[in-house]
């Protein structure tokens, strides 16, 4: 699960957002130039890039703001998160924010920790040597 630090509302559940696609991506010039392929681009293709990408987010329940955040596509490290309308910060120079996926051994997205068994017991149980509590059938 992602940790999403809002640039109104502070850190927030990823669930609280929806993704709105690749940032920067710039409406054409002339639109009714266009021809059907090119239209097309413009609204359907978009980089499928192996690192760092620059995506639009909505807060969609909380102050509704859109903003973009440049995020690592292997590892979701969030790198920055930065207001609409401004420059992609430089991948380098960007300091990174506190949402990230969690690594931790319990986490439920990524742990492979399972809970600890170790007090019970799987074998079924007999009848010799137990009773069974009084006002209790058998």
Sequence with gaps: MLLISCPNCGSRDETEFHYGGQAHVPYPE???????????EFLFYRDNTKGAFAERWLHSTGCRQWFNLLRDTVT??????YPMGAARPDRAAAA??????STAPDSTTTGTAAPDISGTSTAP???????APEGASK
């Excluded at 002339?30 to 097309?40: E, F, Y």
């Excluded at 979701?76 to 998160?81: K, R, W």
């Excluded at 990174?96 to 996926?101: H, M, R, V, Y």
């Excluded at 149980?125 to 009773?131: F, N």
């Design 30 to 40: 002339d639109p009714a130039a266009l021809d059907d392929r090119q239209w097309a």
């Design 76 to 81: 979701y490290e969030i790198q920055a998160v």
């Design 96 to 101: 990174p924010e506190s949402g990230t996926a």
């Design 125 to 131: 149980a007999t009848s010799a040597g137990t009773t």
